[in-house]
């Protein structure tokens, strides 16, 4: 199995995409911003569309729509956070209106720029180069796997690095700012650099992939830990399992997609979590 | 937009433009089945913003995607698969978040999971099913200018009974999405209402989901409801709002798409956004910036 290269690319970026994934998931939930992050991973695509009608590289575009929307989401929760004080939640579901209001605009613009090139003299060029960008897993080059392991390396170093204050501000906003801890700063930078793992999962692993990895082993670790440091590594293990295994299953059985083996996987270990508590 | 055949061109005449628009069958159609999606959506729309539950909303709607692979796979209309898979996500989330301990926060990773997990399920009948799955365009934005007839009565059908239903459960619901803990001390079944609201939130979303596409059924769902929430805080007058709202959004979007080489469901999603946008500038300029908190305390105050 390790003899090919699609699959060494695919366990490299895919283990630390979903390392990434669980680590940041570990906090999306804490702070109940799920919604958030699957908004994310809905703009990645018109962002693309976007640059590709602007003329510039379709992968600029991507990020920065997901990291503007991933600010943007911060900046418009962050209100909410400190005036409900306290609590484990950080985004109320007012703010899922909001969230769901502008997601829709962007991906109706989504819509417009799919138009604008169907019917401009360009043709499907630009369609095209999006749908390539979109990769799959399995599709991997050498290349784009490293790319993609570095800069989910980077992002677990970065969350880890900033993980004791965002803890502090996303527990007990009001103590954490009196003490002066910048808790928008820190809402704001962290759902930026939720958007850069949805950037990078949607161009190398899919969209699909981010939700599911994001939401269900931090879920389930904390279901298992409430120990943060042991809860954080469980997330990213949990998440790194489920990849591992998920591919391991789509390459053994031929007719298994690796997004769906990876996401059942990950669903069953939340599963079982849920039985054992 | 239109069939090439057709050469709109806008005239100083609104009233013979309008007769215009309305001698092409399929822009009765559109009209009709964008009106009644509208009503429905803007009222159960309303309900589930005051709930709470828009992941819950967009999680339903993420169900076309394996609804209507699967239903490609077994041979039925999508339409089909819409309804099934919008049934069983409504079920799925209700028995999964109502069930257990687990904070508000873990609620929202459990629809996150659900959702995965359906999405998931449609990768898997795509590959399954091998073809290419139809037009993928119109699968996800909608294609409403391709109603039938017998599409435009089964919508009907739908909407009287999603609305039928509301109006039954109205009184008892809206007391639990207001205060869950003295109702469900009351005697109401907090837990079993919920279900029965998310199974009707899932037959307006895949309605919905035939007009604009579930990609951009919050443009109905969600932007009048929360939009006429912020203006007043009356709920009878908001539940009007919603529905005129919702009306003004999928007329206006019909008709300048139908002058336009640019789909409907851009005008729609663009003109809700718009809506949306204008009733929080206008809540924030009349100086009530804690208004739209009060008007909501106010609205759970009336309606209790």
């Known amino acids: 199995m390790l003899s090919h290269e699609f699959m060494r690319n695919a366990l490299l970026a895919g283990s630390f995409v979903a390392l990434a994934c669980g680590v940041c998931g570990w906090f999306v939930v804490l702070r109940g911003q799920v919604f958030a992050g699957d908004a994310l991973s809905h703009v990645a695509f018109p962002g693309a569309l976007a640059a590709a009608a602007a003329g510039i590289d379709q992968r600029v575009g991507l990020f920065v729509a997901t990291v503007a929307v991933g600010a943007g989401i911060g900046l418009l929760g962050r209100g909410v956070l400190v005036a409900r004080g306290g609590g484990a939640g950080g985004s109320t579901p007012a703010d899922d209106t909001a969230i769901g209001i502008v997601f829709t605009f962007i991906l109706g613009l989504g819509l417009f720029f799919l138009t604008l090139f169907s019917i401009g003299s360009a043709g499907g060029a630009g369609i095209q180069a999006a749908h390539t960008l979109f990769g799959s897993i399995f599709g991997l080059g050498a290349g784009e796997a490293r790319l993609a392991a570095v800069i989910g390396f980077a992002i677990v170093v970065l969350v880890v690095l900033i993980g004791r204050p965002l803890m502090f501000a996303t527990l007990a906003p009001d103590v954490a700012a009196a003490r002066g801890v910048p808790t928008r700063l820190l809402g704001v930078g962290f759902l930026a650099l939720v958007g850069v793992v949805a950037a990078e999962a949607t161009q190398a692993v899919g969209a699909l992939l981010l939700l599911g990895l994001l939401a269900a082993p931090a879920a389930a670790a904390h279901r298992l830990t409430g120990d943060p440091l042991a809860g954080i590594a469980l997330a990213g293990l949990l998440a790194v399992l489920s990849m591992v295994v998920g591919l391991v299953l789509a390459y053994t059985v031929p007719w298994l997609p690796p997004s769906t083996a990876v996401i059942a996987v990950a669903i069953a270990i939340y599963g079982l979590s849920a039985l054992r508590s | 937009m239109p069939p090439e055949s057709v050469n709109p061109t806008l005239s100083w005449n609104v009233a013979r433009d309008l007769g215009e628009v309305l001698e092409y069958h399929f822009m009765i159609n559109a009209l009709l089945a964008g009106s009644i999606v509208a009503v429905m959506a803007g009222l159960v729309g309303w309900v589930m913003v005051l709930r709470r539950q828009a992941f819950a909303g967009h999680t339903l709607s993420m169900m076309a995607f394996p609804g209507a692979s699967g239903a490609a796979l077994v041979g039925v209309p999508a339409a089909w698969g ?214 909501e305390a106010r609205t759970l105050e009336a309606l209790a």
């Open chain 2, 82 to 295: 819409y309804f099934a898979f919008c049934g069983a996500g409504a079920l799925a989330i209700g028995r999964f978040s109502g069930r257990g301990p687990g904070s508000p926060s873990e609620q929202g990773a459990r629809i996150g999971a659900v959702q995965a997990a359906a999405l998931a399920l449609g990768f898997l009948f795509v590959s399954l099913y091998g073809g290419v799955l139809g037009d993928l365009e119109s699968l996800l934005f909608g294609n409403i200018l391709a109603i039938s007839d017998g599409q435009v009565l089964a919508l009907a059908a739908v909407a009287l009974a999603v609305l039928a239903a509301l109006c039954t459960l109205a009184r008892p619901l809206l007391f639990a999405s207001v205060d869950p803990e003295v109702a469900s001390a009351r005697g109401v079944r907090v837990s079993r209402l919920s279900g029965g609201f998310l199974l009707l939130l899932g037959a307006a979303v895949a309605a919905t989901s035939q007009i604009t596409g579930p990609l951009l059924v919050f443009a109905l769902l969600v932007a009048p409801p929360a939009a006429a929430q912020l203006i007043t805080a009356r709920p009878a007058v908001s539940l009007v709002l919603t529905v005129l709202l919702g009306l003004l959004i999928v007329w206006l979007g019909m008709g300048i798409a139908y002058y336009s080489v640019y789909p409907a469901g851009f005008f729609i999603s663009a003109i809700a956004f718009a809506v949306y946008l204008l009733a929080r500038v206008s809540v924030a300029l009349q100086g009530r910036r804690a208004g739209a908190r009060a008007a």
